[in-house]
Every structure is written in structure tokens, then in C-alpha cells.
């Protein structure tokens, strides 16, 4: 399933994740509860269960809560959920160590380790910018980050979903035309440390970025647009944000 902003279970838990934020923990666990209650399918229920996890008394209940989401999460198996395994099986082998049940710790770290850093996703991959490329071109890094313009990046970002390429497009600097290119990676490439595993549980993005150039191999016309009150509100999330760009 593609992850969409849009989407009310998502839509539920960065309301309870900016309640939990503003130090209101009894509102997040609220939003959280809600969010499971509203689910749909597997994929909303692995995150919803991971968030209801935030609030719960005791380890055991925490433990539940965990393998509930990861239990969600394995059904699931599509490249997004699969970057958020790393994290869960973490969790949960925090847990039974808390439960001073030191093999089940082990083996749930062992299969955490036995994820981490193993990226499969084979694409198509886009990126979204407002400059006017052709086929063949190539995009490299050194160029200013459009969150952070006093910030020269060191990679080239992009995304294996389209749609938040279009939004990335939308928030480029720049007075071109809003462009999502089809590219290809000619080097190696990571999941983008800005967004792994911080609000959400692994890559559920599928954003990545990489030292080697991305060549244009298409262009996609069919992505969704924002409404300019939507990326105006975008705007003000960035502008708001503190936080640093891991470069």
C-alpha cells in the first residue's frame, strides 16, 4: 500500500504524534485509540498499533501491542513496511529484556540485525523538482536543500512514490513548472536518514538519496497536485521544523 498523507489513519497518528509533542499525552493515546478503532486494512493496523504502543502501562502491554503491529506488518510485505521490521523487532526485543527473558531478546534483536540496511527496492524511482530536464540528463548532488536554502547537499534525493515526488516538486525553489522525472540511480543509495525512523517506523516513504547522479529516464504527468493551501500548510510545517538535515 502506498503511504498517503491523506490517508485518516495517517492523518490520526501525526495529530497524536503533535498532541504527544505539545505535552498532551492523554489526547495522543486518545488519537492513537481512535486510529486502530478506524482501521481498515493490514496496513493501517500495523501503524496504528505501533502508536497505540506510546501509552500503555506495562511492558507486557507494550510487548502486545508490538507484535500486534508486527503481525500486521508481515502480512503487509510490501517495501515500505518492510523497512519498519528493523524497528519493530528492536522494540520487541527491548521488551522481553525488560521481562528478563533474555533468548527471546536475542532472538528478536538477531532478527532486527538481519533486516537492518538491506534495501530491495528495485522501483521506479522519481524525483520531483521545477527544472526543465530532458532524457538522458543527469541530476548530482551540490545543489542547496529547498528546505534549508543556506545548506548545500551532499546527495541527490528521491522517492519510489511518485506522488511524494510531485510534493517535493511543489516545494522546490524555483519559478519552472512543477516536473516528476522517472530516474534510475547510477551508484548506490540509502534510505534518507531525515525521515528514517522518526516520525513513523522505518522508510514508509521510500525516500532515498545517493552521492551518484540520478539519470532522467522519463517524465510522469499523471501525479497528483497539491492545493495551494496544502502546500502552502507544507511551507509552515518546514518553516516550523528545527530540526537539523542529516547531510
Not at 493496523?45 to 506510546?54: G, H
Request: charged share 25%.
Amino acid at each position: 500500500m502506498e503511504f498517503n498523507p491523506k490517508n485518516n489513519i495517517v492523518k490520526l497518528c501525526l495529530q497524536g504524534m503533535a498532541m504527544d509533542d505539545n505535552g498532551q499525552p492523554e489526547e495522543a493515546h486518545k488519537l492513537f485509540q481512535q486510529a486502530w478503532n478506524e482501521t481498515t486494512n493490514d496496513f493501517e493496523k500495523f501503524l496504528a498499533a505501533y502508536f497505540v504502543t506510546r501509552h500503555q502501562k506495562t511492558v507486557f502491554d507494550k510487548l502486545t501491542w508490538f507484535e500486534t503491529s508486527l503481525q500486521f506488518a508481515l502480512k503487509v510485505n510490501d517495501e515500505a513496511t518492510k523497512s519498519a521490521l528493523p524497528a519493530l523487532y528492536s522494540n520487541i526485543a527491548k521488551c522481553y529484556e525488560d521481562l528478563n527473558e533474555p533468548e527471546k531478546a536475542k532472538m528478536n534483536e538477531d532478527w532486527a540485525n538481519s533486516f537492518t540496511g538491506k534495501l530491495s527496492d528495485k522501483g521506479p524511482f522519481y524525483h520531483g523538482t521545477k527544472a526543465d530536464l530532458k532524457i538522458g540528463d543527469l541530476l548530482v548532488a551540490g545543489g542547496n536543500s529547498n528546505y534549508k536554502p543556506e545548506v548545500k547537499m551532499n546527495h541527490i534525493y528521491f522517492t519510489a512514490i511518485f506522488n511524494l515526488a510531485g510534493l517535493a516538486a511543489s516545494l522546490a525553489r524555483g519559478d519552472g513548472h512543477e516536473r516528476v522525472y522517472m530516474i534510475e540511480p547510477t551508484g548506490s543509495f540509502e534510505n534518507d536518514p531525515n525521515v528514517t525512523d522518526k516520525k513513523f517506523p522505518g522508510n514508509l516513504t521510500r525516500s532515498y538519496r545517493s552521492e551518484a547522479p540520478l539519470k532522467v529516464v522519463g517524465e510522469i504527468t499523471d501525479w497528483r497536485k497539491q492545493t495551494t493551501e496544502d502546500i502552502e500548510k507544507w511551507k509552515e510545517k518546514l518553516a516550523n521544523n528545527k530540526g537539523e538535515i542529516i547531510n
